[in-house]
């Protein structure tokens, strides 16, 4: 087990911690572990690259902790009515889709190299941004006039767009017409 996979599972652990505190109104506890797991995430990817600890046990972790953090604080702050609910289905809806189509890839033994799309790595810092403002408006008891409306509407847009996207990458994928460019996450 590698040092930047250990970070990894324990950002896993992270999860539920800023889930509880933030469904028990401890929102300074929630804000703090929501900026942790993304300093440690930028932490085991260093190490990772720098001293030659990539794993392909991490190469799929990683990405998991990240959007099951993510998810989880998306449906979290839905139903607390700090983001609207249309926004938290279509990115939960979004992953979802995704992960059925690369099982559905496998079962039909037609597996989809992973590799991330640049809409799709757009989509994640806007999902990043927004949940980290909110949190942090939250926490801190203050608004930032107007930017969350607009990372709402940028968050969605992306989301419609990286969704898009992989679904056209996808059935080229099933179809046998462009196998080495369907992408993950």
Known sequence: MTIPNIITILRFLLVPAVVYAMMSGELG???????????????????????????????????????????????????????????????????????GAVLLSYVMGNPVLVKPLFVSKANTTAQILLAGLVL???????????????????????????????LVAWLRHMNGDGESDTPKR
Not at 45 to 63: C, K, V, W
Not at 153 to 164: E, K
């Open 29 to 99: 506890w929630a804000f703090a572990g929501f900026i942790v797991a993304g300093i440690s995430d930028g932490v085991d990817g260093f190490i990772a690259r720098q001293f030659n600890q990539r794993t392909e046990l991490g190469a799929y972790l990683d990405p998991i902790a990240d959007k099951l953090l993510l998810v989880s604080v998306f449906v979290v702050l839905g139903q607390m009515g700090e983001l609207p609910l249309w926004l938290v289905i279509a990115v939960v809806s979004r992953d979802a889709l995704i992960v």
């Open 136 to 166: 942090g408006e939250l926490s801190l008891s203050a608004a930032i006039d107007n930017l969350r409306d607009a990372l709402i509407v940028l968050t969605g847009l992306l989301t419609a767009a990286s969704a898009a996207a992989y």
